[in-house]
Structures are given as C-alpha cells and as structure tokens.
C-alpha cells in the first residue's frame, strides 16, 4: 500500500511540475531586435531599457537586444515582429510606409522642423500620437518615439551647393518622400538596407549617402567619403514599436511597468541623442582625408530652397492637412 501511495504522490509531482502554472514562472523573454551600433542613440536606449525593465521586474522580464542587424535587417524585422518572430523593433520612421502608413514619411520631408521644439511638439503631442494609433491595424502598438538627430550629406566628391549634388548615386531608406528629395537634387535614389551600405560604399556601388554623424562614425563610414556638407536637412527618428498581441496578452500592470521604463529609456536617449551626434562629428573631424563643409545661413538657405518643392509633391501621399500643422507649429515657435 506505501509504495502505490508514493507512486501517486510522485507522479502528481511530475504533473505539476509539468503544469503550465510552473511554467507560467519561467520569464517572460521580449527579443529587441535593431540595426545599428550599440553606441548609437537608438543602441544606448535599447540597452537602457533593457537594464531598467530586468531590474523593475525582477528578472520576471528578460529583454534580448539583437544590435547590428544580427537577427533581421531592416524590412525583415516589420515582418518579423508582425508575426511574432519578435516582440520589440525600432525603426526608423521612414520603413514604415512600406506597411502602407505612407503618413509617417511626414518625419521625411526636408527642413520641415526647423528646431527641436517643434520636433518634440509633434513627437509628444497630439500627431505623433494619431500616426501611431494607425499601427493598431496593422499588429502593431506604438509605444513612442526615438530621436536620432538630423541627417547630413556625403560623398566622394565636393559638395557644398546643391548643384554638386548632380548625377551622385545616393543611399536612401525606402520613403517615396526620400526618394523625391534626391530626385529634386539632381541625384540617383538607390534604395538599400541599412545594413547593405558599407559594402556599397567600399565597392562604389553609390556615392553617396545621407546620415547622421553617430551613424556615419558608428560604422565608419566616413572613412570611406571624402566630403561631408553639413545641411541637417532632414530628420532621423525611429518609432519604438511592439507585436500588438504580445502586448495585450500582457497583465495590465506589466503593462504599466514597461511603459514606464520605455519613458525612461526614452528621456535618457532623447537627451543624449544631440551630444552623441555632436562627439560624432569631432571624432570624424579627425579624419584628414575627409572634407567638412560646414555652411553659412545663407549657403543653408540655398539647400532650404532647393528642397522647398518637395512636401507639395508629397501632399498626394501624405495627409496635406498634417503637413499644414507641422508647419503651423514651426509658425508658433518663431515668434
């Protein structure tokens, strides 16, 4: 009779150890995938928000971050995170009109946030909000945004106006807008992923490419340009995003958990950003073979002009009303 009853004592140990409510106990594991250097201002937050939500939860959270493209390239990861593949990506604002969201190249249009305080009133109000509720539809929660800064041009060749810019084949990320701003320049749009430049920069199969200078440095790509213009004509910034059903399968407090170490992620990177792209551009200033244009208001004003044309272009393909806004608000803060 005592070996039956330990018999049953022992596999109803097995069974619950087995159950799914032990297994309920094992961490919750989020892969973080992104394509850039953790020393970037997108690579430090990643990292940051790793740490917080590992310490906040107790370990009851692991987050894996996945830099450099290791584990998908830049249209692999939408595709990735929309089936569940991963939970967590960063974009880049620009991808995202290739889910169909083409409102989101509204970041893309040249010279259209004059300073930061104008960036930060579109990201932390009402339109970077309505341009994230447009993701629900597509599997997708926006927990936010992610500055970077704002993009500068290089090439192996002198560009200081935008006349020089004449026939130089250009990197681009997939943004019609992008597209229709190199085309206005004179130059050759050439898609490619993010991950795919350095190789053509080494092979000359572009000339080009526009970045910001903690991208450049990160990747040393300015040690495969000879000239750099600083025009800081258009912005960079990545939306933070999740797979939806992840998020909602989620308690409602580890809900509010991450949240809250995503807004402290995201403090700490937007601050940073700006000094990060500055000590960039030092460092590549040590480069000699590397020409600097650094442009006076009035040579701005010339690439301003240049690109003027591009946002009415793009009223078919981003809303015209949102546009009208951003530059309301761009109104607002100059006086």
């Keep these: 009779m005592f070996k039956v009853i ?6 109803s140990v097995l069974i619950y150890a087995l159950s799914p409510k032990v297994a309920h106990t094992e961490p919750i594991i989020i892969r973080f995938s992104h394509v ?6 997108k690579g430090k937050a990643a990292l940051e928000f790793k740490k917080l939500v590992e310490e906040k939860t107790n370990g009851k ?3 894996h971050v996945y830099p450099n493209a290791t584990l998908y390239k830049d249209k692999e990861e939408l595709e990735a995170l929309q089936l569940g593949a991963v939970q967590m990506i960063a974009p880049s604002l620009s991808k995202l009109g290739q889910l169909g969201l083409t409102d989101f190249e509204l970041f893309d249009i040249p010279y259209i946030f004059p300073n930061q ?3 930060r009133s579109v990201t932390e109000g009402p339109i970077g909000q309505q341009l994230l509720s447009q993701l629900n539809d597509k599997g997708i929660y926006g927990l936010g945004y992610w500055h970077n800064g704002f993009k500068v041009f290089t090439a192996n060749s002198a560009i200081q106006q935008p006349l020089d810019m004449s026939g130089l084949r250009l990197r681009i990320q997939p943004s019609r807008t992008l597209e229709t701003q190199i085309v206005e320049l004179g130059a050759i749009p050439i898609q490619m992923p993010f991950s795919d430049l350095l190789t053509a920069l080494k092979t000359g199969l572009i000339d080009g490419t526009e970045n910001t200078t903690s991208n450049l440095y990160s990747q040393h790509m300015h040690q495969l340009q000879t000239h750099l213009v600083t025009t800081y004509h258009g912005y960079l910034g990545y939306a933070v995003i999740v797979n939806r059903e992840f998020w909602l399968s989620l308690p409602k407090q580890l809900q509010i958990t991450l949240m809250w170490c995503f807004q402290q992620a995201t403090l700490t990177n937007n601050l940073a950003a700006e000094q990060i792209n500055k000590y960039a551009l030092e460092q590549i ?3 000699t073979n590397l020409h600097i244009h650094d442009l006076t208001p009035k040579q701005r004003e010339q690439w301003v002009q240049a690109l003027a044309g591009v946002a009415d272009k793009m009223s078919h393909q981003i ?3 949102l546009i009208k806004q951003v530059r309301q608000l761009a109104k607002q803060n100059s006086k």
């Design 6 to 11: 330990h018999s049953i004592l022992l596999c």
């Design 61 to 63: 959270v692991k987050v």
């Design 36 to 41: 850039v250097a953790e020393t970037t201002p």
């Design 117 to 119: 305080n104008v960036l």
């Design 319 to 321: 809303d015209p009303e």
């Design 285 to 287: 200033r040590q480069n």
